[in-house]
C-alpha cells in the first residue's frame, strides 16, 4: 500500500533552515509527482510546492517563492523540501502528497520561533 513519512520538522528561529524527508513507498515513485503543503492552526491546508516524476519541472507557492527549494531522489524514493529565511508564518504542520491524489503523510511540525 501507498506510504508516506514526513521527517525533518522541528524547532528553529526565525530566519533559520529545514530540510524536510518524505519517504515513499508501495508506488512507482518516479512515475507520480510530489507534492507539498502545509496547515497552520485555525488555517486552511495550503499548497507549498510540487516537483514532477523526474524532477524536472517545480512550482511554488508565492508565500515560499525564492525561500524554498523542492527536490526529489528516486533512487531513494525521498521527495525534499529546504525551508531557507524562515518567517514566524511558517509554523505549520507540513505534509507531502502524491500529486492529485488523495495519498497525504501524516505530517511534521515546523515550528518558527525566538
Known amino acids: 500500500q501507498v506510504q508516506l513519512v514526513e521527517s525533518g520538522g522541528g524547532l528553529v528561529q526565525p530566519g533559520g533552515s529545514l530540510r524536510l524527508s518524505c519517504a515513499a513507498s508501495?508506488?512507482?515513485?518516479?512515475?507520480?509527482?510530489m507534492s507539498w503543503y502545509r496547515q497552520a492552526t485555525g488555517k486552511e491546508r495550503e499548497f507549498v510546492a510540487r516537483?514532477?516524476?523526474?524532477?524536472?519541472?517545480?512550482n511554488y507557492a508565492d508565500s515560499v517563492k525564492g525561500r524554498c527549494t523542492i527536490s526529489r531522489d528516486n533512487n531513494k524514493n525521498t521527495v525534499y523540501l529546504q525551508l531557507n529565511t524562515l518567517k514566524l508564518e511558517d509554523t505549520a504542520v507540513y505534509y507531502c502528497?502524491?500529486?492529485?491524489?488523495?495519498?497525504w503523510g501524516q505530517g511534521t511540525q515546523v515550528t518558527v520561533s525566538s
Open positions: 502528497r502524491r500529486t492529485n491524489s488523495n495519498f
Open positions: 508501495g508506488f512507482s515513485f518516479s512515475a507520480y509527482g
Open positions: 516537483i514532477s516524476g523526474n524532477g524536472q519541472s517545480t
